[in-house]
């Protein structure tokens, strides 16, 4: 198993004393507990994270990229990778077919970043389903006959003088999606069938990898002329599946945009550009997330893309305090789990840096308990980490040599990965945490991952679903949270990060 050897090696740069903060390790699966993420020794996991660009892609093609990417992410304490498991476009698709059927080689290439991502003390977020990427969602739909329906349930709110729904238009009104028995067990197979699978590098089913940090059900998805109520029966169903009959080990949310219904006393921080589409996404905020499924509330934020001329900082604050303020009506944690701001090279400093300092300081002030908050990480888009991506766009791509990155991105992360806002004194746990097992004796369950790597074969009209009496399914009997060598690697990494 390369991932032990290579948890192994991190220990020893770990212990040889590395120049910058790598990010703390973590015992066993992150969860919720008092309104922070925890590891399973109720230690806090404060989030200082990233989205990956076409992650499979490179996993594809250049797989010494990811190593080199996740070897710069822990050497700059950043600790949280949040990438596509299906849908990052380009031309790769993780499903192939209903069955679901798979492509192998993206298959392994997604195991191989979860190995590698593991072996750098990196946690990740997967996102299984994308809304906007047509070898996502759209193909799904082409696949449960739900692409063919141009039912609007709520006509009274289409305010457009077209009649017809052009195709952006009715990817964004994905109604039949949402609601009918096909496309929703369409998903449910899709999603039994990555629980189940067993890693073909580190042998660990992806149910049973603390690597995997949580499952953002489906990124930010549109249902206009719908109401709030499609979008907000399919979150809720899914993640019941995914926790009730799934058994799922890791954490579950939603991936969406963070929208608030116009019902909602929050909606006036929406989105609304001269009209009302963020109050009339389908998304809808506090419900989405108000249910007990769900571990714990995401937004996002792109100033550029949701209005035009732009918002200021003053409203995006006003957003994310917004935010905050819903996620502890409903008790949860909040995260957010993306966020970027267009300039092209000479408006770095003037126009990005004030957004990525306005987000950093609201997460720190959350984290640290002074404002009272419940925003417990931040993943910025995207990171350049090759230094190679087209510089004058307007885009926001973030090179390692940007302002952006030295004196905002670096300097947060650092503070997370030396505890330096955590809401505890230096060894301590989060204030009423319990912590669990860590069940880190016994083999990996299964053997033999090569042999029982393949999933379902194309065509099969199911696949084999986590039994309901399995471990998995069950939260009881052997798990392999924990492998030896990560336990003492988060000691003794724990003991060196902490600086006086
Ligand atoms: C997605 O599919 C639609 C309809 O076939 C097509 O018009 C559009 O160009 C496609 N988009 C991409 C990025 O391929
Ligand atoms: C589709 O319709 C919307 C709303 O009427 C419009 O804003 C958009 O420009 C149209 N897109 C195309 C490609 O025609
Ligand atoms: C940067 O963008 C601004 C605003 O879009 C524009 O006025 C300026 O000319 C651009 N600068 C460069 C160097 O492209």
């Not at 065509?459 to 009496?469: E, F």
Request: proline residues 8%; charged residues 20%; contains cysteine.
């Amino acid at each position: 198993m390369a991932g032990l050897v290579a948890r192994v090696l991190v220990a020893a740069c770990v212990a040889a004393g590395a120049a910058a903060a790598s990010p703390a390790s973590a015992a066993g699966f992150i969860r919720v507990s008092n309104m922070r993420f925890v590891d399973a020794q109720c230690q806090e996991y404060g989030v200082s994270g990233w989205n990956g660009y076409s992650v499979l892609k490179r996993a594809l093609q250049s797989p010494s990229d990811i190593s080199a990417l996740f070897a710069k992410a822990s050497s700059r304490g950043l600790n949280v990778l949040r990438m596509f498991a299906g849908g990052e476009g380009d031309g790769v698709s993780l499903l192939t077919g209903p069955g679901p059927s798979f492509d192998e080689a993206t298959f392994r290439a997604l195991d191989y970043v979860l190995d590698e991502a593991a072996s750098a003390g990196i946690k990740v977020i997967l996102v299984p389903l994308n809304l906007w990427k047509n070898e996502s969602m759209p193909a799904l739909e082409n696949w449960c006959g739900s692409a063919a329906s141009n039912f609007k349930p709520r006509p009274d709110i289409d305010l457009r003088t077209e009649t017809a729904l052009n195709y952006t238009e009715r990817m964004q009104t994905p109604y039949a999606f949402f609601t009918t028995t096909p496309c929703i067990d369409l998903v449910k197979r899709y999603y039994a069938a990555l629980l189940a699978r067993v890693n073909t590098v580190s042998g660990l089913r992806y149910t049973d990898d603390p690597t995997i940090f949580a499952w953002d059900l489906l990124n930010e998805p549109r249902c206009k002329y719908c109401g709030p109520d499609a979008v907000n029966g399919w979150y809720h169903e899914l993640a019941r599946y995914m926790k009730e009959d799934l058994g799922v080990k890791q954490m579950v949310t939603t991936g969406e945009e963070g929208f608030f219904d116009e019902s909602d006393p929050h909606s006036s921080a929406d989105p609304t550009d001269g009209n009302v589409w963020g109050p009339r996404s389908g998304q809808s905020f506090t419900q989405n997330h108000n249910s007990p499924h769900i571990d714990f509330a995401v937004l996002h934020l792109w100033p550029d893309n949701w209005r035009n001329p732009p918002y200021d900082t003053a409203w995006g604050k006003a957003w994310i305090d917004a935010h905050e303020a819903a996620a502890a009506a409903i008790g949860k944690p909040a995260l957010l789990e993306e966020f970027g701001k267009n300039a092209n090279e000479s408006e770095i400093s003037a126009v990005r840096d004030p957004w990525f300092q306005m987000v950093y300081d609201s997460v720190s002030a959350s984290l640290n308990g002074s404002s009272g908050g419940t925003l417990r990480g931040a993943l910025f888009w995207q990171w350049d980490s090759a230094g190679n991506m087209p510089r004058s766009d307007g885009g926001s791509n973030i090179r390692m040599t940007d302002s952006t990155f030295t004196n905002y991105i670096e300097s947060f992360s650092q503070k997370v990965a030396t505890d330096e806002l955590s809401h505890r004194s230096a060894g301590s746990s989060v204030p009423g945490c319990t912590p669990v097992p860590l069940n880190g004796s016994g083999p990996p369950p299964t053997a033999s991952p090569a042999a029982s790597s393949s999933p379902a074969p194309a065509g099969s009209p199911t696949p084999s679903p986590v039994p309901a009496s399995s471990p998995a399914a069950t939260g009881a009997g052997p798990q392999v949270a924990l492998l030896p060598q990560e336990g003492s690697r988060s000691a003794a990494g724990r003991r060196l990060l902490r600086r006086g």
